[in-house]
Nanobody
Framework: QVQPVESGGGSVQVGGSLRLSCVAS????????MAWYRQVPGKEREVVAS???????NYADSVKGRFTISGDTAQNTLSLQMSSLKPEDTAMYYC?????????????????WGQGTQVTVSS
């Protein structure tokens, strides 16, 4: 399988917005359930948001109402729109895919990882 590729990270001030994108292969995008994870040094990766093939989305409590996950089938692109960013959102963000949808919420059952994109929120 081809590794997904993320982009869109960067530095932003508190309250700002960023949009992350993840380009995957057509096979991955249409056959896998996908998610965004994030990780800070010394901690395990945590799921931020996920989306299933029927469009069902799930969010971590810490980002509900601020982040929106979406998929563009025509472009094989997964996006994460992040608004009202906080310093605690600072992390490396990863695109993830799992062949079995309920596995997409388990960091140890992810089948494909992107290389990550850094998001830094400063006050």
């Amino acid at each position: 399988q081809v590794q997904p590729v993320e982009s869109g990270g960067g530095s932003v001030q508190v309250g700002g917005s960023l949009r992350l994108s993840c380009v995957a292969s057509r096979y991955t995008f249409t056959r896998y359930c996908m998610a965004w994870y994030r990780q800070v040094p010394g901690k395990e990766r945590e799921v931020v948001a996920s989306i299933e093939s029927d469009g069902t989305t799930n969010y971590a409590d810490s980002v509900k109402g601020r982040f929106t996950i979406s998929g563009d089938t025509a472009q094989n692109t997964l996006s994460l729109q992040m608004s009202s960013l906080k310093p605690e959102d600072t992390a490396m963000y990863y695109c993830a895919a799992a062949d079995v949808c309920w596995d997409v919420h388990s960091v140890h059952k992810i089948d494909l990882w992107g290389q990550g994109t850094q998001v830094t929120v400063s006050s």
